[in-house]
């Protein structure tokens, strides 16, 4: 058994200090309050739960789309360095037969993972489209956007074993209200995204089952008093959680603050959307095929439109943290939050039985100083 004792621990809906947290295999066996003879003096550290990301496409050339396992693992090391203990890799719109392998690469990946530890959790993979409106592509392929087809999407989710989580989908386009439907059916999330949904379409999708907004705003319709539009119509229902990219770019910190504020931590997911090229100098890449320029850490598309953030979530946590999010909710919006929304109950949230994925966090600088996934340390 490992202990970790003397530490400010937050489950993070509860905030232990000083306190004491117990580690047998790849569980948390106890949570306690107080310090105990036996054990590792954190001195006051910060013990909390592994960060989980539902929303990346890479960093540093791991490139989701390039449809390979070992991309994918090695994406899945990358990340714990930024308190990342699970992932969901997300895909870019794209032709239907690189979306057929990068399904297959996620079984694959996932597979390897299940027969001994390969980095932060894949949880599963995201399509963010191809089902979505051009008029929104922000940075999709225009070329691979297409109406929803469930014969198609039976085929990612056959080659997947399963393992799509989330869908992003524009609830305005034909056909997308029924595959919004038997979709959640299946047990798939879905999201609602590059939209330019009324508010009255949007509410219908949520009627239907959509539980998600990918990166509210960004690719949106702006929140307008005569036309509520998606926007709205995800912020006012409590049966959708709300992803929002805390880079201080994609959102400003006024609107940040707005919609943790009327929503609350229960609903915010923070997310990084990181591209292939995060992590990286500055410079000329590409995101599906499409030109990206990385000035100052922000990519875009040649026509200035943004194209995903070089976003770590220890950063995203340290950038709420600097509004004025109080460190517990921003936690929360980091582990426990993201983790609901993609319907995983056993990491986001220390307790006994869950499973061990924590991290040490300096409590003066945030920095991450260790990770524990399932109980051992990799960090």
Not at 77 to 96: D, K, S, Y
């Amino acid at each position: 058994m490992e202990i970790l004792t003397n530490a400010a621990v937050y489950t993070p809906l509860e905030v232990i200090r000083p306190g004491t947290v117990c580690l047998e295999g790849e569980r948390i066996v106890r949570v306690l309050p107080g310090v105990t003879k036996k054990g590792e003096d954190l001195k006051g550290r910060i013990v909390a739960p592994g960060f989980v990301d539902l929303h990346i496409h890479g960093y540093r050339g791991h490139d989701t789309n390039t449809g390979t396992a070992e991309t994918l693992l090695s994406l899945a090391r990358e990340l714990p360095r930024f308190g990342v203990t699970a992932f969901i890799p997300t895909t870019v719109t794209a032709p239907h037969e690189e979306l057929l392998q990068i399904s297959r690469a996620v079984a694959g990946a996932m597979k390897i993972q299940r027969e001994g530890p390969q980095g932060a959790r894949i949880l599963g993979l995201e399509l963010e489209g191809p089902y979505i409106n051009r008029e929104k592509k922000g940075a999709q392929n225009p070329e691979f956007i297409r109406e929803p087809s469930w014969d198609e999407f039976l085929e990612y989710w056959r080659a997947s074993h399963g393992h799509i989580r989330t869908i992003t989908v524009a609830p305005e386009v034909p056909g997308a209200l029924e595959f919004i439907e038997r979709a959640v059916a299946l047990g798939v999330r879905v999201s609602l995204g590059h939209t330019n949904a009324s508010y009255e379409e949007a509410r219908a999708a949520i009627a239907a089952g959509a539980s998600r907004a990918t990166h509210l705003f960004n690719a949106m319709p702006p929140l307008h008093h005569r036309h509520p539009g998606a926007v709205a119509a995800c912020l006012e229902s409590r049966s959708v959680y709300l992803e929002l990219i805390a880079d201080l770019v994609h959102v400003s910190a006024p609107m940040l603050c707005l919609v943790w504020r009327l929503a609350g931590p229960e609903r915010v997911a923070l997310i990084t959307d990181a591209i292939p090229a995060a992590g990286l100098p500055d410079g000329d890449y590409s995101l599906g095929g499409l030109r990206v320029r990385v000035r100052d850490g922000v990519p875009r598309l040649e026509d200035g439109a943004l194209a995903g953030s070089s976003l770590t979530m220890d950063q995203a946590v340290r950038n709420a943290i600097s509004l004025g999010v109080p460190l517990q909710e921003a936690l929360m919006m980091a582990s426990y939050t993201p983790a609901r929304a993609c319907g995983e109950a056993d990491i986001g949230l220390l307790r006994p039985g869950n499973k061990a994925d924590l991290i040490v966090l300096n409590p003066e600088s945030l920095a991450v100083e260790r990770v524990y996934l399932g109980g051992r340390r990799l960090l």
